[in-house]
């Protein structure tokens, strides 16, 4: 009975981490610098009452996809995302709007765990080669220095698709993801280096995701990350 329960339990392991990889696959987001910042994020403070010290900026102009009806977080893209979005359903039939966003906010909970665990052999296949390099090295770095992050995903408040684009076989989807976090940076000794245990902050990223449509890899990979400033003064 004891090794039919080990049993058990891997093929119950084995089929959720399946069972992510289609969901990614099928469509498959100011404290002190500190290991977070490699994601290029910008952040906001809240006070008591979780309101942003700084002004939300203006959105462009939207338009629905067909799928849009699904999900609040899928109801509205960019207007001139809309006809690069016609063409990725186009080129592949399996993706819905809907769908990717479900598989990205996974892999952003993943993403942002696996690195604040130091976890490089987690990251690895969710990232692409050169996200990957940067990704460990800020890991190496913080390890170097006897450093340890402690990160808390408190919610993940909306993931919009804020761009895209079709270069050849290969699909781009940038998705602005704003979360709220409790992210704290502790020495060996476990004193506090960046961070504030007690404060929620609000994040933004801009996460770029991309896949070979025509490849039988249903799965999207972190190629690019940026802060919406960054992606503005461009």
Do not use: C
Not at 55 to 80: F, H, I, M, W
Not at 90 to 96: A, C, E, H, I, V
């Amino acid at each position: 009975m004891q090794y039919f329960d080990i049993f058990l339990f891997a093929l119950i392991a084995v089929f959720l981490v399946l069972r992510l990889r289609g969901v990614l696959g099928r469509r498959t987001g100011n404290e002190k610098q500190g290991p977070s910042d490699i994601f290029g994020r910008q952040t906001h403070d809240q006070d008591a009452n979780g309101a942003q010290n700084e002004p939300a900026s203006k959105t462009d102009n939207v338009y629905r996809l067909p799928d849009s009806a699904n999900g609040q977080d899928a109801a509205n893209v960019p207007s001139g995302t809309f006809a690069t979005l016609q063409k990725i359903q186009k080129s592949d039939p399996n993706f819905t709007q809907q769908d990717f966003l479900n598989g990205a906010r996974m892999a952003f909970e993943m993403i942002v765990e696996y690195f604040a665990k130091g976890d490089k052999d987690g990251l690895n296949p969710l990232l692409s080669a050169e996200v990957y390099k940067n990704f460990a090295a800020a890991i190496d770095a913080r390890a170097e220095k006897g450093e340890h992050e402690e990160t808390t995903l408190v919610g993940i408040k909306s993931a919009t698709i804020h761009d895209a684009s079709l270069e050849g076989r290969t699909a781009y989807v940038t998705v602005k993801f704003v979360s709220e976090e409790v992210s704290v940076i502790r020495s060996a000794d476990g004193e506090v280096v960046s961070g504030d245990p007690n404060k929620v902050i609000e994040a933004e990223d801009l996460w770029t995701f991309a896949r070979n449509i025509e490849s039988r890899d249903p799965n999207w990979q972190l190629v690019a990350t940026e802060t919406p400033e960054e992606e503005e003064a461009q």
